[in-house]
């Protein structure tokens, strides 16, 4: 495990959500005193359920700022938003319709416009908000991330072209392997860049995966989610005592 890296074992759902609770408000607190903005970026799947309880719970803190987030997708299926596979449909029907974030700072990806402008229009309004210097990745102050048992993370599948992607911030996904096929994503070194990333995994399923990748061997150098790595910058993995079955020692 890297020195970067912290790992959070809890109980149950409950105790995992207030844990994550605690550090996203705590790491928003401390964005919005230095940068004044607090910029976060997140996946969908089992991830939205377990956002919904950890938002719900931060919404009796006073003390947030509601008015200075600014919420991305980490990646997007590229479907209606009204689908149910929509990340941001799922979210708004999840918890966005009563965190009162400002709607203009909820950066949808506008899948209604051809998969290539809904990536390239993605990079821009990464470039209005986080406003990186010249010949720089944006850098957010927190990514969230869930990982499949194949190892994916944030529409970055297992042998991908876009994987080695190192010009684009945010990348078109096409022939994943997962329906739909269709995807929109941020690319590794933006993903790499982040100040903060957090893993969150639970349940037997993800055991193996999680226990490859806090665990690497030869092997699973061909997992997207052990590229993650940040360069400059911090990692945590949330999960509960399922997920964490293979990982010596589970504290």
């Not at 918890?95 to 821009?124: C, S, W």
């Not at 997992?223 to 509960?240: E, H, Q, T, Y």
Request: aromatic content about 8%; charged content about 15%.
């Amino acid at each position: 495990m890297s020195r970067l890296t912290q790992l959070s074992v809890y109980d149950d759902h409950r105790a995992l959500s207030g844990g994550l609770t605690a550090y996203i408000t705590q790491l928003a607190a401390l964005s919005v005193n230095s940068r004044a903005q607090f910029c976060m970026a997140l996946s969908g799947g089992s991830l939205i359920d377990i956002m919904a309880r950890a938002l719900d719970q931060a919404l009796t803190n006073g003390d947030v700022d509601w008015s200075r987030w600014h919420l991305f997708w980490a990646d997007e299926r590229w479907v209606p938003q009204s689908s149910n596979e929509s990340n941001y449909g799922e979210a708004m029907k999840r918890f966005l319709g009563r965190v009162p974030i400002p709607e203009n700072q909820v950066h949808a990806m506008d899948t209604a416009q051809p998969l290539d402008k809904t990536a390239q229009n993605y990079e821009t309004a990464l470039e209005a908000v986080l406003n990186p210097g010249f010949d720089q990745y944006p850098r957010f102050d927190l990514i969230l991330l869930g990982i499949g048992p194949d190892g994916h993370t944030a529409s970055l599948f297992p042998g991908h072209p876009v994987l080695r992607e190192t010009r684009a911030w945010v990348a078109p996904v096409t022939n994943a392997p997962k329906p739909p096929p269709n995807r929109i994503a941020l690319t590794l070194p933006v993903i790499n860049q982040a100040r903060n990333i957090a893993w969150v995994a639970t349940g037997p399923g993800k055991a193996d995966i999680v226990a490859q990748i806090l665990h690497p061997s030869p092997d699973s150098k061909t997992l997207p989610a052990g590229w993650v790595k940040p360069s400059n910058g911090n990692m945590r993995w949330f999960i509960d005592r399922a997920a964490a079955a293979g990982v010596q020692p589970v504290q």
